[in-house]
């Protein structure tokens, strides 16, 4: 049932968002004369690679910097692909990974090889499921950018203060996956566009409804106030919590 659903929308989708698609990505060619569409190495279900289509929204071979974390403030990210980021445009393309099979539309995001090589064992359970388009924490972390804005190493601070509990939030979501669950991350995503505050609302409704670790409610309430607690990834050796700061309050 959820894979009929996958390709239904997804290929409905491509029909509908072609027209925008196309002017986005001549809207990039135009600047740099490069390819509009950029292809990523993730790793998808049980562990198999596959390439994620987007638009390029930075400058040609943005990748051999070897940052795969996006801030805010980040010098590679062009002047139409800050329109194109903002307007989430660069993410629609990956509707065709979702119609031929390599993910679905909601489920954790992938992740690049060398994120995912650091993974501990219970975070491998994410790769139980296909990658998804939006998750629960596409929801809570929709203005990671802007949390990392200050950052001088964004692969450093990611690990430290995102990856815990995105991994956190996406292993919950395998864990309970339903029908029902995607239906309302999918509302969820869709009014994050316009309502965030009141998207984060509904995620941490979600989390109480499945009973999810104290702890992980918590962080997504700091989050709205614009502060998060640091954790290590869930089953590494240590997990200490520390109160930090961010830039941008929810």
Request: charged share 25%; net charge positive; aromatic share 4%.
């Amino acid at each position: 049932m959820r894979r009929a659903i996958d390709v239904v929308v997804a290929g409905f989708g491509l029909v509908a968002v072609a027209p925008v698609v196309l002017l986005a990505g001549v809207a990039v060619w135009l600047q740099d004369r490069g390819s509009p569409l950029y292809l990523s190495a993730r790793i998808g279900r049980h562990g198999a690679p596959f390439r994620l289509v987007k638009l390029r929204s930075m400058v040609v071979n943005a990748s051999h910097t070897g940052v795969d974390t996006t801030t805010a403030t980040d010098r590679r990210v062009t002047g139409v692909g800050r329109v194109v980021r903002r307007a989430k445009l660069d993410e629609l393309p990956q509707l065709w990974n979702v119609l031929v099979g390599e993910m679905s539309l909601v489920g954790p995001r992938p992740n690049v090889p060398r994120e995912v090589d650091r993974y501990t064992v219970i975070e491998r359970e994410l790769l139980a499921v296909r990658p998804g388009l939006t998750d629960l924490a596409s929801i809570v972390f929709s203005n990671l950018g802007e949390i990392l804005a200050e950052s001088t190493d964004p692969n450093r601070d990611y690990a430290l203060g995102i990856r815990p509990w995105k991994s956190r939030l996406g292993l919950l979501y395998v864990r309970h996956r339903s029908l029902r669950l995607d239906l309302e991350i999918i509302a969820l995503t869709l009014a994050c566009l316009m309502f965030r505050r009141t998207a984060l609302r509904g995620a941490e409704a979600i989390l109480a409804r499945l009973e999810a670790p104290p702890d992980v409610q918590r962080a997504v309430r700091e989050l709205r106030r614009g502060v998060l607690p640091l954790s290590s990834p869930p089953g590494a050796d240590s997990d200490t919590t520390i109160a930090a700061g961010l830039r941008q309050g929810a």
